[in-house]
C-alpha cells in the first residue's frame, strides 16, 4: 500500500451546499478511517478546501473512492488532486 495526499478545492460558491451536505460528507469520510484506508483528513485554513491523507493501491483506486464522496457527488469540489506522498520522517502507522 502507498500513501497518498489528496486536496480538494471546493466549488465556488458551494458554501451553503456543503452545510447542507455535511453530514453525509463526513459520515462517508468516518467509513473510510474505519475500513483503515483515510489516515487523516481536515479543512484547510480559509475554508476553501481541505487536505484528506490516504492508503490505497494507485492514485485512480483511492480517486474511485473519492467519486462516492458525497460531496462529489453533489459537484461541490472544484478540484481534486491525487499524488503519491512518500513519508520520510514520522509516520502514519
Known amino acids: ?8 478545492t471546493y466549488a465556488e460558491g458551494s458554501d451553503a451546499a456543503r452545510d ?3 453530514p453525509a460528507h463526513k459520515d462517508f469520510l468516518a467509513t473510510l478511517h474505519e475500513k ?3 489516515r487523516v483528513s481536515g479543512p484547510l485554513d480559509g475554508g476553501t478546501g481541505a487536505l484528506l491523507v490516504f492508503e ?3 492514485a485512480g483506486e483511492v480517486g474511485a473512492l473519492l467519486d462516492g464522496d458525497p460531496f462529489a457527488v453533489e459537484g461541490l469540489i472544484g ?7 512518500s513519508i520520510f520522517f514520522g509516520g502514519l502507522r
Do not use: D, K, P
Not at 500500500?1 to 480538494?8: G, L, N, W
Not at 478540484?79 to 506522498?85: F, S, V, Y
Open 79 to 85: 478540484e481534486r488532486t491525487i499524488r503519491e506522498w
Open 1 to 8: 500500500m502507498a500513501t497518498f495526499a489528496v486536496t480538494y
Open 36 to 38: 483503515g484506508l483515510l
Open 56 to 58: 490505497g493501491g494507485s
Open 20 to 22: 447542507t451536505h455535511r
